[in-house]
């Protein structure tokens, strides 16, 4: 597939809400999402694709949880 994606979750069907990292024609690459139509822009090393991707994690990320998108989103509503 040649992409690099994240959840904030461990267990299918994983969170779909972080942009993800793919490598870009010519070489570096391009960060896009978190869905398939947005676009970040282009990062011309993988420290730079990372740290495009830190700087857009939702509000309130952690380490991620031990579960399902459900379950995750049931543990925010009770805090």
């Known amino acids: ?26 070489g570096g690459y391009w960060v896009s999402g978190p869905l398939r139509n947005e676009s ?5 090393t993988a420290e730079e694709a990372v740290a495009m991707v830190i700087a857009r994690l939702p509000s309130g990320t952690g380490p991620a949880f031990v579960g399902t998108p459900e379950q995750l989103a049931a543990h925010e509503d009770a805090r």
């Open 1 to 26: 597939m040649g992409e690099l994606h994240f959840s904030r979750c461990t267990e299918h069907r994983w969170t779909w809400d972080i942009p993800y990292i793919q490598p870009a024609k010519g």
């Open 40 to 44: 970040v822009g282009p990062a011309a």
